[in-house]
């Protein structure tokens, strides 16, 4: 099992940066695909982003796509989530996600067995 820690969420004007972080308990870090889903007041929770075990394979959806980066670094046990050019609609609560398949980059919300708490973004226009 992994347990999963969010941080770096916050309030910032539209145009700006972030970087989230999610801290992953275990010692088989390696051996799990990494995603990022957001959820905003009254909608789904909805994917964001993907990334294979070493980081070679990753997944973005459009809305994000050229804006946000995902990174991972398998010695520190965490997954980022670099976000550029933010807009109003980014406002969310993002969450770190994980499955135990190293090659999984996958959107699918039910894909991924383990969730953290989630970090709230506020983008103000």
């Known amino acids: 099992q992994v347990q999963l820690v969010e941080s770096g969420g916050g309030l910032v004007q539209a145009g700006g940066s972030l970087r989230l972080s999610c801290a992953a308990s275990?010692?088989?870090?390696?051996?799990?695909?990494m995603a990022w889903f957001r959820q905003a007041p009254g909608k789904e929770r909805e994917f964001v982003a993907s990334i294979s075990w070493s980081g070679g394979s990753t997944g973005y959806t459009d809305s994000v796509k050229g804006r946000f980066t995902i990174s991972r670094d398998n010695a520190k046990n965490a997954v980022y989530l670099q976000m550029n050019s933010l807009k109003p609609e980014d406002t969310a609560i993002y969450y770190c996600?994980?499955?135990?398949?190293?090659?999984?980059?996958?959107?699918?919300?039910?894909?991924?067995?383990?969730w953290g708490q989630g970090t709230q973004v506020t983008v103000s226009s």
């Open positions: 996600a994980a499955r135990p398949d190293p090659f999984y980059i996958a959107s699918t919300r039910a894909g991924y067995n383990y």
């Open positions: 275990g010692r088989t870090f390696s051996a799990y695909a």
